[in-house]
């Protein structure tokens, strides 16, 4: 049985009790995928910072990337475990859409489709984000929609403007608590 391959967004825009700032959140998260019996992070893509999606003023940036997994897993049994890291970070679900501590998002386990109840694969907004896409380029090029049969990059060049940046490897202050 050859080994599965995931693709997990991770996202945060609001400190962590204690203060840890999103970035810092979004690589603790990364330490706690690579903590997942039987599977291990093959590769993590760049930090990109997108501002928040339905577009909210009083919500602050969002710290973006994506993990690809290598391994075994079944697709309840990494969405739970991802809920569970999701939770031992502090995450709150007030709200649809509400800024939170930590996201993270199954977005393809092995080009499965399922139609839930969940998980639903791929994820059912990815192709319509460059905070999800934009990273996944770099970690899976190449990557092919299981529904829409599109590359990541044709998915790329086809999204709307989206506020989305890079950022540069030493910024390491984003977000966290007392940065201006």
């Known amino acids: 049985m050859s080994a599965e391959v995931a693709l997990v967004a991770i996202g945060a825009n609001l400190p962590r009790a204690g203060g ?7 690589r603790w998260a990364v330490g ?31 710290v973006n990337g994506v993990a690809r997994l290598e391994g075994e897993a079944t697709p309840e049994r990494l969405l739970a475990v ?3 890291i999701e939770d031992e970070a502090g995450r709150a679900r007030p709200f ?15 080009g499965r489709v399922l139609a839930g109840p969940a998980p639903i694969l791929p994820h059912p907004r990815a192709a319509d984000r460059a ?4 990273p996944l ?5 190449g990557w092919v929609h299981p529904v829409l049969g599109k590359t990541v990059e ?27």
Do not use: K, M
């Open 32 to 62: 706690r995928l690579g903590a997942i019996p039987g599977l291990r992070v093959a590769a993590v893509s760049s930090w990109w910072e997108s501002a928040p999606i339905p577009p909210d003023p009083r919500s602050p940036p969002y």
């Open 96 to 110: 649809p859409n509400a800024p939170r501590v930590l996201d993270l998002d199954l977005i393809d386990l092995s």
């Open 20 to 26: 840890a700032g999103p970035l810092e959140t979004c």
């Open 154 to 180: 044709a998915l790329v060049a086809a999204l709307p403007p989206q506020e989305i940046r890079r950022l540069p490897a030493d910024e390491s202050s984003i977000g966290s608590a007392g940065s201006g």
């Open 131 to 134: 905070f999800v896409l934009c």
């Open 137 to 141: 380029a770099e970690v899976a090029p």
């Open 82 to 84: 991802l809920h569970a």
